[in-house]
Structures are given as C-alpha cells and as structure tokens.
C-alpha cells in the first residue's frame, strides 16, 4: 500500500529526513515515534503530497505521489497536527469546502455536518454548523484529541 524507497528532504543545508526505507502492506498499522525535530510531521508532508522531497520516492498504491499526485491522493486520508482552516467560514461551509477538494460527492444535506457535531468529548458537540469556525473551541478547530491523542500532545 506504501512504500518508501531512499526518501530524503532538504531545507538548505539542514538535513530533514536523511534517506529512509520502509513499507506499509494493506491492513498494516505503522506508527511514527521520535523527538521533535525528528522528521515524523516531514515524512507524512512527502508521503501525502503536502510538499516535494529533495529525492528518493513515494509511492501509495504503486502510484508515485509526485507523479500522479491526484490518483495517489485518492487512496489516502491525513489529518495534520493544525489543520488549514479559513477561520471566516461556517462550519457547514468548510465541511463543504472539504468535500469539493476531495471531489466527494455531497452528503445528503445536514448528514456531515451532524455527524461532525455529534463527535462527543472533544468540545464539538452542539457547535453550531452555521458558526464561523473562529469561534469554535480551539480542540474543534485544530484537531485536538484526534486519533485517540490527548489534547496538548504533539502527534508531529
């Protein structure tokens, strides 16, 4: 499903990731650990296409994410530490928004969004899909306690 031959990433002379290997089968579970500045939020960057790397390859799928990057992009999902949001935007717009880029066909209307708010624990519930995201409690807007990691953690 993944496989990551000699990747390595440069930002002028800094050295970010320094040639790495592995592969990830179908129903694998792999997990990045190390200190910060290790490379972990670098790797998924490259891995998802968010930015190039200096050399070596990714492939998702057998497709290479520099190559193809919108047939690449198809079989992943990511969810970074602090999440791009237009702060201005409802909820409902930016969950909207989200299904466009994805080119997802749309939820039957107030199916998504209901769902999202309904998310308990994370101080979302309730939130007001026709609210800017701005005045979302911060663990709505950046993605806090997201994949079971407690608010505050650095996943990155």
Do not use: W
């Amino acid at each position: 499903m993944i496989e990551v031959k000699n990747l390595t990433k440069r930002y002028g002379d800094k050295l970010a990731v320094n040639d790495i290997s592995f592969s990830v089968e179908d129903g694998e579970i792999l997990g990045f650990l190390g200190p910060n500045g290790a490379g972990k939020s670098t790797t998924m960057n490259m891995l998802t296409g968010y930015i190039s790397s200096t050399s070596g390859q990714a492939l998702i799928n057998g497709v290479d994410i520099l190559e193809d990057p919108i047939k690449a992009k198809e079989n992943i999902g990511y969810l970074p530490e602090l999440p791009p949001l237009y702060q201005d935007m409802t909820v409902k717009g930016y969950l909207n928004f989200v299904y466009d880029l994805k080119k997802m066909q749309a939820a039957p209307e107030g199916a998504s969004a209901g769902r999202v708010r309904s998310v308990q624990g994370h101080g979302c519930a309730g939130s007001d899909h026709q609210a800017s995201v701005q005045g979302l409690p911060a663990a709505c807007r950046h993605g806090a306690g997201t994949g079971g990691q407690p608010q505050g953690a650095d996943p990155g």
